[in-house]
């Protein structure tokens, strides 16, 4: 069984640092991974996508980047301000089935 | 995009009691997806619900505690049976969109006492 492990649990920064977050997997045989943010008590907003076939996907200050042979993907936020505070969740699919992982919670300093 | 709403947004209910909770999108979906989140928890998939068909549930959930309907391609609703504490959670729903990104709904938070 898939099983989605995310480093650190915890994170805070100081405004205007670039960070990272980590996620691993146990199965490389992956059809795509998302990062969500999830903010407290609310639903979860995609952020972005990388299919089994990409390397990274860049949607402003965020980037994802996918190495499937070692199960591993990484968000990185550049310049991370208040309203980036939140839960951040990455997911695999297997096709049908998403598997995600416990999540980073982020908090950024003013 | 897909959006996605959910009723009720917030409930507090009696041990032993049900509640039925709303997913509606904004398209027409073939497949939607019940989730729960337990407190301080990651998502835990419950069900898959295809319309026309019998829902898929995942190992640990069943149809008699949590029944689900699916009665055309933009709706679906999944029922809390029987409730004890155990199953105060956040339930979502979600969907694929095109390109394979998943959108999930607002949630909806159940507290049971």
């Known amino acids: 069984k898939q099983e989605v492990t995310q480093i650190p649990a915890a994170l805070s920064v100081p405004e205007g640092e670039n960070l990272v977050l980590n996620c691993s997997f146990t199965?490389?045989?992956?059809?795509?991974l998302q990062w969500f943010r999830q903010d407290p008590g609310k639903g979860l907003t995609s952020l972005l996508l990388i299919q089994s076939s990409q390397r990274e996907q860049t949607s402003g200050r965020l980037n994802a980047s996918l190495d499937k042979s070692s199960g591993r993907s990484t968000l990185y936020i550049a310049a991370s301000q208040p309203g980036d505070s939140a839960t951040y969740l990455c997911?695999?699919?297997?096709?049908?089935?998403?598997?995600f992982g416990t999540g980073t919670s982020l908090t950024v300093i003013p | 995009s897909a959006v996605i709403s959910q009723k009720p947004s917030r409930d507090i209910c009696q041990r032993g009691t049900s509640l039925t909770i709303q997913c509606q999108v904004d398209s027409q979906v073939t497949m939607m997806f019940w989730y729960r989140q337990q407190p301080g928890q990651s998502l835990t998939l419950i069900a898959t619900a295809n319309q026309g068909s019998e829902a898929t549930y995942e190992s640990g959930f069943v149809i008699d505690k949590f029944p689900i309907s699916r009665p055309n391609l933009t709706f679906s609703t999944l029922t809390v049976s029987n409730m004890s504490p155990e199953d105060s959670s956040i339930y979502l729903c979600?969907?694929?969109?095109?390109?394979?990104?998943?959108?999930f709904g607002p949630g909806t938070r159940l507290l049971v006492l």
């Open positions: 979600s969907v694929k969109g095109g390109g394979e990104t998943q959108y």
């Open positions: 199965d490389s045989a992956i059809y795509n």
């Open positions: 997911a695999v699919s297997t096709g049908n089935q998403f598997y």
